[in-house]
Structure formats: C-alpha cells, structure tokens
C-alpha cells in the first residue's frame, strides 16, 4: 500500500487517466459528426387469432368477405435516427415495408408522426407497404399499424436511398446520451487528479475513494462508447 502514499503514482495516474479521458471524447466527436441513417423498429407483434382457436371453432373472421387465418398485429416506427435530413430525390428506389412470401397485409395505417406536420404518404398493396418519397428530418420518424395474415415474423424494411447502405433495425438504448457527460465529468475529475499535488494533502481514504470513481467513470466510458461503436460494425 505504499504506492498510494507516493505522490508520484498519483500524479501518473491522474495524467494517465486525463488522457485516455481526452482520447475518448475525441473519438466520440469523430463518430458524431455528419451520419444519414434510418432505421425501423418493431414496437408491437402480437398474435390476435391463432389456427388452433379457429381449427376449434372458438373465433372465424373474414375479411373483403373472404376467411382469413392467423391474424397478427404488427406496429413498427421508421425513423431518421441521423443527424442529415433525408430529401425526396435521395430515394432512388421504392421505399418498402414487405414480409415473408405467405403473408398478406389485411390493413395498414400511419397512426403517429413526429413533428405534427409530417405527413408521409402509404400505398397498401396485398403484400408490402410502399412509402412515397418525403422529407423525413433528423429524429422524425412514423409509426405504422398492421394486421396481417399468416404472418411468419419475417419484416423487410429497404429502399435505395442516397448517403444510406441498408435501413437498418433501431436499438432501443441510445448510449451516446449519456456516454458524453460521463466522458466530460471523467475528464473533468481526471484533469483535477493530475494537477500540482491536487490529492497529495488529503487522506488515504479520500484518495481511494477518487480512485474508486475515476475507475468506476472509465469502466463505464469504455463500455458505453464500445456499445455506441458496435451501431456502426453491425
């Protein structure tokens, strides 16, 4: 325990500690800068009739007058999770919701937007949804309802859109609204640790205890900023 008593120790590991503070906030700058991306996500997917009910007799539903089997409720949001505006001629193919080969789309609504005034436009055809061409800016985004039939779980959602490999499935968990302040608050604390003797006239017990926290604050930098990461090697 004598390492903890000498003030040089202290004074590496506040300076060791700033720096990987300042390269972390460095890297999360560069991955912050300009990203056009959009990505859907399934909110709801229930089964409302299955085939043993309707082989049992319990429940029949028809639709257009004709019987349909295994009807499914599906909601899923489409949102521009980027920080670019997505424009109409950046669609250079059809923007589309589809399923597997067997599943029909019974009926298909947009029953949210964000902000109020967007208002994207579906064609329903009997096995995918078409998007017409919108702007759709930073964090807007749209829910859609479906009820289907025979749905296998397979969802489809793709377009050529300019700037845009793939539409990819949302994480639920945004990291990157906490991983800065926990980067800021380290750098901050670490930057302290590793001024003129900062901790060199405080007890042993205080020093551990900014250790414990700079360690604490780093464990939780590294994880968040590797999960964050991860969104772009998916």
């Keep these: 325990m004598e390492i903890l008593r000498d003030p040089i120790f202290w004074q590496f590991l506040g300076a060791l500690l700033a720096l ?37 007799g319990r429940i029949r539903i028809t639709f257009n007058k004709k019987p349909v089997q295994n009807i499914h409720l599906l909601i899923i949001s489409i949102k521009n999770d980027g920080n670019v505006s ?15 080969d067997h599943t029909k789309i019974l009926t298909a609504e947009i029953t949210d937007c964000f902000p109020d005034s967007f208002k994207p436009q579906i064609e329903i055809r009997e096995d995918s949804l078409t998007i017409a061409p919108v702007l759709i800016n930073s ?11 025979k749905f296998d779980g397979i969802v489809k959602v ?9 539409i990819k499935k949302l994480r639920k968990a945004n990291f990157l609204r906490w991983i800065q302040p926990i980067g800021l608050i380290f750098l901050a604390f670490s930057l ?6 900062a901790l060199d006239t405080v007890s042993l017990q205080v020093r551990m205890s900014v ?20 969104r772009f090697y998916d």
């Design 86 to 100: 997505i424009i109409p001629s950046d669609f250079y193919e059809e923007f589309t919701c589809s399923f597997g």
């Design 192 to 197: 302290f640790a590793a001024g003129s003797g």
């Design 20 to 56: 990987v503070g300042i390269i972390s906030v460095f890297v999360i700058y560069i991955f912050q800068r300009k990203k056009k991306s959009l990505s859907y996500e399934i909110l709801t997917s229930n089964e409302l009739l299955t085939s043993s009910e309707e082989l049992r």
């Design 139 to 149: 964090k807007d985004f749209f829910i859609i309802k479906f009820l289907l039939s």
């Design 158 to 166: 793709k377009g050529r859109i300019s700037g845009i490999h793939e």
């Design 211 to 230: 250790t414990i926290l700079l360690l604490f604050l780093s464990v939780a930098l590294v994880i968040g900023l590797a999960l964050y990461l991860n």
